[in-house]
């Protein structure tokens, strides 16, 4: 067969209508694997999600009983570390955006950010693990763990807000100097309120990102099963997160392995929904 | 009059915190390689790479957990890859806007799923099915790249669609008004325009491969032993650290830490990489001429002679 009459046998128009269906269709097929996922663990999960469950002490290493000290713990991990990591990203972004041409020094920021973005988080736990727990002497604590998150999130609270800064008209900043302002009165009272809904969805980003962690804070909080609701920031926690690897891994209980699952994956989609939320009506307002 | 906080004053002290996050890389760094480098000194870097690993014989060696890697990785970027960039071709090209605006945020929301989660499925579900469908023990190489196939997608997707977008529409135009159809345009015109962009993505994604680790305990096996299938069990570089941490002490709890610094080595190289590809984006002037070498293919493709 020539080449010429093979080309004809599959005209543009047919190869088009192929690749859109064969597209589509892996399109269709990667969102319903993870439509699967979520569906199959709030399933089996939500059943033995209860009232008792979520404000109960975990019992017979967490065969029974609740998970109360495991959702503060992660709270307060988490808390921590978007307290942290907020001011330090988002006075980043300020820099990057305000005061600032890009050039060398923009570059190694940028650099360095993209960098501790790229790190997986089991070498955050590892250092962690050394810096905080042994050379700062802090022990396996909700404060190694939260600040190791801090490290950990910073990358994506400054990209988030250095897009929400960018994305406030120069007309704005115009304006407020026009008045009198000076350039930093300007960016407290006008910019950043403007940009705060922005700012909001990286923290928020944060957040999910704190609560889903395992790697990071299982070498620097401890995996620990205490049925004591931690009162200290030097108190050890195992996260919510720890606590469901523990039972999934160990096969403690299906039971309580999937109410677990359930209760983190449903706290992280609202969250990243919320987030994502807040995110578009922002880009709209300004688009 | 009213105090103002001197101008110098501000940008110095944002400036400080601006470095933050090359601090902590350094102090990272710095922390990783204290606890690991005499180790690795002491080892030397080729016993290091080639030598078996058996902590109780004093013997350090992460040859095995560097081909485990390399066969979870693989096999993650062979699935992820494809499907990947497919869903970003779909979503920056195909896609109605009203169907983009659905599909975008849902793929970026459910990326949030914990990795622990993902392990677990691995386990409930994924396990059972290699086991009765196509043998051996369930827990292998090719579970743990199915799974991390899956947890790479965001990631390959995310930033391939940034690159299709980044594509001027002015190279679409130009191709559609020549008369090719949607998908040449989108084969020889935007996926060589975008490229570089497509190649960040693969490359960033073999590093969210690479580095995750508990999903990855959960479904690979790990055993250190010398993969003979994909059926076979594995151990990571990731899980290596992660499974032993607990009880290491002395030289074992030194060499995972040099465990930590290949991996740490590793991913520093590929976003090294991955940066370099994406630089090259902005100031190609290639993109121009592959577009121009298109566009006269496009045009006279049935003139040309057969060499059949």
């Known amino acids: ?287 | 009059m009213r105090f103002r906080l001197p101008e110098k004053v501000v940008e110095r002290s944002l400036l400080l915190v601006a470095m933050s996050s090359v601090a902590i890389l350094l102090l990272i760094t710095v922390f990783i390689f204290r606890e690991g480098g005499p180790l690795l000194v002491q080892v030397g870097l080729g016993n290091f790479f080639s030598g078996a690993w058996d902590p109780q014989h004093d013997q350090y060696g992460i040859a095995l957990m560097v081909v485990g890697s390399f066969a979870v990785t693989s096999g993650a970027l062979l699935i992820g890859v494809p499907f990947g960039i497919a869903c970003a071709i779909v979503l920056a090209e195909m896609a109605p806007p009203r169907a983009r605006s659905i599909l975008k945020p849902a793929i970026e929301v459910l990326a949030g799923i914990p990795s622990v989660v993902y392990g677990f499925m691995g386990i409930v579900v994924l396990l059972p099915m290699i086991r009765t469908h196509i043998g051996g023990p369930g827990a292998s190489a090719l579970a743990g790249s199915i799974i991390l196939g899956i947890m790479v997608l965001p990631t390959v997707i995310g930033i391939s669609v940034d690159a299709l977008q980044a594509v001027p529409r002015s190279y679409r135009e130009a191709s559609l008004a020549l008369g090719a159809t949607q998908w040449q345009t989108i084969r020889r015109v935007v996926l060589p325009a975008a490229r570089s962009g497509i190649v960040a993505a693969v490359i960033l994604g073999m590093g969210r491969a690479v580095g995750e680790t508990m999903a990855v305990i959960m479904v690979a096996g790990n055993s250190v032993q010398m993969p003979h299938s994909p059926l076979d069990s594995v151990r990571t570089l990731t899980a290596n650290i992660a499974l032993e941490m607990g009880y290491a002490a002395g030289d074992h709890r030194a060499a995972l830490f040099a465990t930590g610094i290949v991996l740490f080595v590793i991913i520093m190289i590929l976003n090294t990489l991955a940066n370099l590809a994406r630089g090259r984006l902005k100031k190609r002037s290639v993109v121009v001429v592959t577009l121009a070498a298109t566009a006269a293919d496009l045009v006279k493709p049935r003139a040309k002679p057969e060499e059949q």
């Open chain 1, 1 to 287: 067969m020539s080449a010429a009459a093979r080309r004809r046998l599959i005209t543009p128009r047919q190869s088009q209508f192929c690749a859109r269906v064969i597209l589509w269709a892996m399109m269709a097929a990667t969102l319903a694997v993870l439509v699967f996922i979520v569906l199959f663990v709030v399933k089996r999960g939500l059943a033995h999600v209860s009232w008792e469950f979520l404000t109960g002490a975990p019992s017979l290493s967490g065969k029974a009983g609740g998970v109360l000290p495991m959702i503060v713990g992660t709270l307060a991990v988490t808390a921590l570390g978007v307290a942290l990591a907020t001011p330090l990203g988002v006075g980043t972004a300020i820099y990057l955006t305000e005061y600032t041409r890009e050039g060398r020094i923009t570059k190694i920021i940028r650099f360095g950010a993209e960098c501790l973005a790229g790190v997986p988080s089991i070498i955050f736990g590892l250092f962690g693990f050394v810096f905080f727990v042994l050379v700062l002497g802090f022990g396996w604590s909700i404060l190694a763990g939260g600040l190791t998150l801090a490290f950990m999130i910073l990358p994506t609270v400054i990209r988030t807000s250095e897009e929400a800064i960018k994305s406030v008209p120069p007309s704005y900043r115009e304006v407020a100097l026009s008045l009198g302002a000076s350039k930093w009165e300007s960016i407290v009272k006008v910019v950043l309120p403007s940009a705060m809904p922005g700012i909001l969805t990286g923290v928020i980003l944060g957040v999910g990102r704190s609560i889903s962690e395992t790697a990071a804070v299982i070498f620097t909080s401890g995996s620990s099963l205490s049925k004591v609701i931690p009162t200290s920031l030097f108190d050890g926690t195992r996260t919510l997160a720890v606590h469901f690897y523990q039972l999934a891994r160990e096969g403690i209980s299906a039971d309580k392995a999937y109410a677990t699952a359930t209760v983190l994956v449903l706290a992280i989609l609202i969250i990243n929904v919320t987030a994502y939320a807040i995110m578009s009506r922002f880009m709209k307002r300004y688009r």
